[in-house]
């Protein structure tokens, strides 16, 4: 089982569980998923099969699209509605006429400081454990750009935004920086992640797609080589083939 599936991953649960649940319905493959999303979030979540786990790197270096809400005037310990509020603030009235100038602000190159409540790690322990701990540690800043940002819907206290951004940016920590650039603070109350380059126009698979596929084993993947489609190809002979394949 060779390939890329490209699971719309549902909230609740998170990307190493959804991806241990395909695995078991694979029969226990080789398998790795290319780039986080939180338990709060949907989406587009890339699980690497078989020899596709050698790319996966290649995906997780890619530009990828989310569209997510921020809920004005409270900001969390997490950064999203699954946290305890740490901050409350009031929303400055017509605060809507500054937020393209603000959203402006973002574009470009930049750097973010990750959050407490993330994946990495410090001294092999996860930044989460530590932060449930109750332990803060200095993290160092990482850059990030920000191809495209703007807005899709907005209420009297929430923004509905559509971003485009560089690997390694954390949309709770963006959705925090917009909420203070516009004189408040703020939390993510949804995400979703519309997409991963190169796979802006592949359709996914729901957990319950991928289940009924696999039971009537017909289920289909993405070569493994899909996201290499920008270099060149090479074409070599058999021997070839053979002697780069033992190293």
Known sequence: MNGILLLDKPAGISSNAALQRVRRLLGGCKAGHAGSLDPLATGMLPLCLGEATKIAGEILSNRKHYRFTVALGARTATGDR?????????????????????????????????????????????????????????????????????????????????????????????????ARALGTCGHVTALRRSWVQPFEREPMQTLEAVTQACEEQRLELLPADRPLEHLPPVALEPWQAERIAHG
């Open 82 to 178: 699954e946290g305890p509020v740490v901050e409350e603030a009031p929303v400055p009235e017509g605060w809507q006429h500054n937020l393209q100038a603000a959203l402006r602000g973002f574009l470009g190159p930049g750097q973010q400081i990750p959050p407490m409540y993330s994946a990495l790690k410090r001294d092999g322990q996860p930044l989460y454990r530590l932060a449930r701990a109750g332990v803060t540690v200095e993290r160092a800043p990482r850059d990030i750009e920000i191809y495209e940002l703007a807005p899709v819907a907005q209420t009297e206290a929430a923004i509905d935004l559509e971003v485009l951004c560089s690997k390694g940016t954390y949309v709770r920590t963006l959705a925090e920086d917009i």
